[in-house]
């Protein structure tokens, strides 16, 4: 038995059949706060606690699906290049967007940090909060931060973004197709993205651009901002 839950295809056979529970949940259900990744975190960790079954043990074949997080990424790619046209003639605000609220994000976690008293070690790893887990697991390390940490905080923003997306648009009168997916993409990445498509191409598309500019962004800028606050 051991064997069996020591091999990395237990890891994977788990993760893979709690996300198919979750998709088909939220297809039956159809209710944005029944996201298939929810779902499926849900159920991972509700097994692994029910059985005693170590996290590690988990965590050697979920590595084998975290590789695959880059080439998925660069899949988004592809809505991006059947928008150029809209890009093209909204690049600025397009641009502008994204840093502001690339900017805005790293403010917020540096104030409620200090406002929460958190230690600084954790201040840096909530700051790539909003940026894929491959560029905010280096990000984090780069300027001092936990890793594991930061994936954890980067799952949540990612899940919270995609069940509220849809809400928080009609909340703020949010109607322009391309302000959408560039708000979406800057808060919450990959995650996010995947609501978006959902909800329109055009949104999926500027979603996916906001996911590269923000990361990139955010690594620039963190260092530098993190450096004038000490």
Known sequence: M??????????????????????????????????????????????????????????????????????????????????????????????????????????????????????????????????TIPMGSVVSEQIGGIPSITIISIVITGITGAVTASVICKFFHIKNKVAQGIAIGTASHALGTTRAMEIGETQGAMSSLAIGVAGIFTAVVAPLLLQWVN
């Open 2 to 131: 051991n064997a069996i839950i020591n091999s990395p295809l237990f890891g994977i056979f788990l993760t893979l059949s709690a996300f198919e529970v979750g998709v088909a949940i939220s297809k039956k259900f159809k209710n944005s706060l029944l996201n298939p990744l929810l779902i499926a975190l849900i159920l991972i960790v509700g097994f692994l606690t029910i059985t005693g079954i170590g996290y590690d043990s988990y965590k050697i074949g979920g590595d084998y699906i975290s590789v695959l997080l880059g080439p998925a990424t660069v899949v988004l790619a592809v809505p991006l290049y059947r928008q150029l046209s809209n890009l093209k003639k909204h690049w600025f605000p397009i641009l502008t967007g994204i840093a502001v609220g690339s900017l805005t994000s790293i403010v917020c976690v540096v104030f409620f940090s200090k406002l929460a008293g958190l230690s600084k070690s954790l201040l840096l790893s909530l700051v790539p909060k909003s940026i």
